[in-house]
């Protein structure tokens, strides 16, 4: 196994995070749909109750552009897996 490691370059981060974060705001324009907003709330619950560290425990309480810039994320294809459908806990 190699490991190689990377200078970590603020600057570029910093220009990563604006593209990105363009890119959602383009991707979900302002002001949210209340659909688009009341998904980005359930899945941050899903995630919250589930003990991810990276959603605030005051998410409910985000504007329109905090939900987009912080939470839009959980909309990506690559959570449905977990956050598309109906969360069931079975005890």
């Given amino acids: 196994m190699t490991l190689t490691?990377?200078?970590?370059?603020?600057?570029k981060a910093?220009?990563?995070?604006?593209?990105?974060?363009?890119?959602r705001r383009k991707q979900y324009p302002l002001p949210l749909s209340a659909e688009t907003r009341k998904e980005i709330l359930r899945r941050c619950e899903i995630l919250h109750y589930m003990g991810d560290c990276s959603i605030s425990s005051i998410y409910y309480e985000s504007?329109?552009?905090?939900?987009?810039?912080?939470?839009?994320?959980?909309?990506?294809?690559?959570?449905?897996?977990?956050?598309?459908?109906?969360?069931v806990i079975k005890i």
């Fill in 14 to 23: 910093k220009k990563e995070r604006e593209l990105e974060l363009k890119k």
């Fill in 63 to 87: 504007t329109d552009e905090e939900l987009v810039d912080r939470y839009s994320w959980v909309l990506d294809k690559e959570h449905d897996d977990l956050l598309a459908d109906e969360f």
């Fill in 5 to 11: 490691l990377t200078e970590y370059n603020p600057e």
